[in-house]
């Protein structure tokens, strides 16, 4: 169990903080999930490379939901009362760490929907179905999240061309 963890956890802590903001919250969930996956490890079908790490990404994933539920309901941030810039960024210009902190500064129902999207290959009839919200509401908050992050990662390009 201690190899299946120490192979994991990092893997499983990105997932986790992409969904959770507070790294207090997200070690709690992780000791959770690990729980939970020792216990249902007899549940687990070998389905060739990658089938463990799927499986435990699933478990984190939606415990990270169920506490974000349980936290209170899922906001739905509003429209962004700013024009949007159709322009992309230059993602590549940014470190990943720092992008990776921008997703978790996104509104609740942004990054859980933008990560649902991006990261899980959900549709949006699927996160609709996940978090009880409407397939457009789903698309509303995914077109707010890009357009929120593209705008940070602007500003900090700008920031690191000036600075």
């Not at 190899?3 to 959770?32: F, S």
């Not at 435990?56 to 169920?66: A, E, G, P, Q, Y």
Request: net charge neutral; glycine share 4%.
């Amino acid at each position: 169990m201690k190899m299946l963890y120490d192979r994991y956890v990092g893997y499983l802590t990105a997932v986790c903080a992409r969904y959770i903001p507070d790294d207090d919250e997200v070690k709690d969930i992780l000791q959770e999930a690990f729980i939970k996956a020792f216990q249902s490890m007899d549940k687990f079908t070998w389905r060739g490379e990658g089938s463990l790490k799927a499986w435990l990404t699933r478990i984190v994933v939606n415990d990270s939901l169920k506490f974000l539920r349980r936290k209170k309901p899922l906001p739905l941030s509003a429209t962004l009362t700013e024009p949007i810039d159709e322009e992309e960024p230059a993602f590549d210009a940014v470190p990943l760490e720092v992008i990776q902190g921008m997703i978790r500064k996104l509104p609740d129902g942004y990054r859980t929907v933008f990560n649902l999207f991006v990261f899980e290959d959900k549709s949006h009839k699927e996160i609709a179905s996940m978090l009880g919200i409407k397939e457009n509401s789903s698309a509303s908050q995914l077109f707010h999240a890009k357009a929120m992050l593209a705008r940070w990662i602007k500003e900090y390009i700008k920031l690191k061309d000036n600075g």
